[in-house]
């Protein structure tokens, strides 16, 4: 992530204070002798992420790449975004990885993994699945279980496992001598 931790921490001070002033003149408005309702909200962002989180293991002997951003910073390749308000939430963790390996040895690889949560979809550029997804969307339909809006490079392979708002996604792709990989997770709830 590129955004700076100063950034994140006074936008989740703000987010936060402001929810915090919403629902207590919420409560103040309601009648003093009613019992009080409790309600939560909150943001969590983290430039960390946990492989437990995603569910998936490490690629052996993989290590975490880092993208340059500019000539003096780089990210650190890991990334939990989080928010919570009343029932509603969601939950983004996401890892980059390299190797140097072959791409089709790291792919099968993580098929292999993904297949433990279910049926795996090829949603790599020009996929059957990738393709009736575009043709969903151009028919304004949903596509509750299959690729939706995921999207890759034409020489990037993406295989998502999961539902429109609970899923696993690994996007591999050969950059230079090496396999350039992200494993990610995504959880709604409530949306």
């Known amino acids: 992530m590129s955004t700076s931790p100063r950034l994140f921490s006074s936008l989740a001070l703000s987010l936060s204070l402001g929810l915090g002033l919403?629902?207590?003149?919420?409560?103040?408005?309601?009648?003093?002798?009613?019992?009080?309702k409790s309600f939560r909200a909150g943001m969590d962002i983290s430039e960390q992420a946990d492989l437990k989180d995603i569910g998936l293991p490490a690629y052996p002997g993989a290590r975490i790449h880092r993208d340059k951003k500019d000539d003096k910073k780089e990210d650190n390749g890991n990334a939990t975004i989080g928010f919570s308000f009343g029932p509603f939430?969601?939950?983004?963790?996401?890892?980059?990885?390299?190797?140097?390996?072959?791409?089709?040895?790291?792919?099968?690889?993580?098929?292999?993994?993904?297949?433990?949560?279910?049926?795996?979809?090829?949603?790599?550029?020009?996929?059957?699945?990738?393709?009736?997804?575009?043709?969903?969307?151009?028919?304004?339909?949903?596509?509750?279980?299959?690729?939706?809006?995921?999207?890759?490079?034409?020489?990037?392979?993406?295989?998502?496992?999961?539902?429109?708002?609970?899923f696993r996604l690994v996007s591999l792709k050969t950059v230079g001598r090496e396999v350039q990989f992200q494993l990610m997770k995504l959880e709604l709830r409530g949306l």
């Not at 919403?22 to 009080?36: E, F």
């Open 89 to 166: 939430g969601m939950k983004l963790v996401v890892s980059k990885f390299a190797s140097n390996d072959e791409l089709e040895q790291v792919s099968r690889y993580y098929r292999e993994a993904l297949s433990n949560y279910g049926t795996v979809l090829d949603c790599s550029p020009g996929s059957p699945a990738a393709l009736e997804a575009k043709a969903r969307k151009s028919r304004k339909e949903k596509d509750p279980n299959g690729c939706g809006e995921v999207s890759g490079d034409g020489d990037e392979r993406v295989y998502k496992v999961g539902t429109e708002k609970n």
């Open 22 to 36: 919403m629902t207590s003149a919420a409560q103040a408005g309601d009648d003093a002798n009613k019992p009080s």
